[in-house]
């Protein structure tokens, strides 16, 4: 399945830039990849842009509203939308102040990193990172060990 990654701004600090370079590099082995960084002066300025990116995608946003999963959840859950017939999946960060009412309210799904406020470059490394623990989840291999 193709992932489209989508996020306003890219990591501006250097551990987090190295940790997203690793890890889209690792993802890349299990999923055509595509990313796609964003800007807009405002909130719906930003949404616009994501849903610009997203294209015809199923849009899965980052929100705290949404559901959290644990790492065999969220390789389970990229399985079924596979299986599902979905060629692709956009998976997008907001800015700041997040994703309008209106974005939200049209995306496929909404998946929450927990309930704990993450500065916007922690947020894109642990997407990254958790969505290659699901891919290896899923292919079987010992990088996630429970």
Request: glycine share 10%; charged share 25%.
């Amino acid at each position: 399945m193709r992932l489209h990654l989508i996020t306003v701004g890219e990591p501006k600090l250097a551990y987090a830039r190295s940790g997203w370079d690793e890890y889209e590099k690792r993802l890349r082995r299990y999923h055509k990849l595509q990313v796609s960084r964003v800007a807009g002066k405002t909130q719906p300025a930003e949404s616009e842009a994501i849903r610009r990116a997203a294209g015809r995608a199923p849009l899965v946003l980052l929100d705290p509203r949404g559901r959290q999963y644990s790492s065999e959840d969220l390789s389970a859950y990229l399985d079924a939308q596979a299986l599902g017939g979905h060629g692709e999946l956009a998976l997008a960060i907001g800015g700041p102040d997040g994703h309008t009412d209106d974005l939200r309210a049209g995306a496929h799904a909404l998946w929450s990193l927990g309930l704990l406020t993450l500065p916007h470059d922690l947020a894109m490394l642990v997407m990254v990172e958790a969505l290659y623990r699901a891919a290896t989840i899923s292919a079987g291999e010992p990088y996630h060990r429970g």
